[in-house]
Nanobody, 123 residues
Framework: VQLQASGGGLVQAGGSLRLSCAAS????????MGWFRQAPGREREFVAG????????YYADTVKGRFTISRDNTKNTLYLQMNSLKPEDTAVYYC?????????????????WGQGTQVTVSS
């Protein structure tokens, strides 16, 4: 089972990036998915979550209105569209698959993790 995150990079403040997370080895169409991030010296934090069918989405207050999580179950792929990026969004971003169909913000509910992709926002 593998989750491969991609799409990170260096962008100026106010810019946009789109992260993708491709799953292989099993299908996650019955699992909620999420994005987390970890900045240097800080705890890993929840960014966004989406239920198994994409019917409901959840966001951390710090990204609400700027980030959009989505999924394409036919492609077994998760996305995170990030707009109006700020320097404080700089972190390694991880995609993860929940053990349940409903979303949660606790990393303990996510047994499957991708390797992370670096996002750096310059001021």
């Amino acid at each position: 089972v593998q989750l491969q995150a991609s799409g990170g990079g260096l962008v100026q403040a106010g810019g946009s990036l789109r992260l993708s997370c491709a799953a292989s080895g099993r299908r996650f169409s019955n699992n909620a998915m999420g994005w987390f991030r970890q900045a240097p010296g800080r705890e890993r934090e929840f960014v966004a979550g989406i239920t198994w069918n994409g019917g409901n989405t959840y966001y951390a207050d710090t990204v609400k209105g700027r980030f959009t999580i989505s999924r394409d179950n036919t492609k077994n792929t998760l996305y995170l569209q990030m707009n109006s990026l700020k320097p404080e969004d700089t972190a390694v971003y991880y995609c993860a698959a929940n053990r349940h169909g409903y979303s949660s913000s606790s990393a303990r509910d996510y047994p499957y993790w991708g390797q992370g992709t670096q996002v750096t926002v310059s001021s």
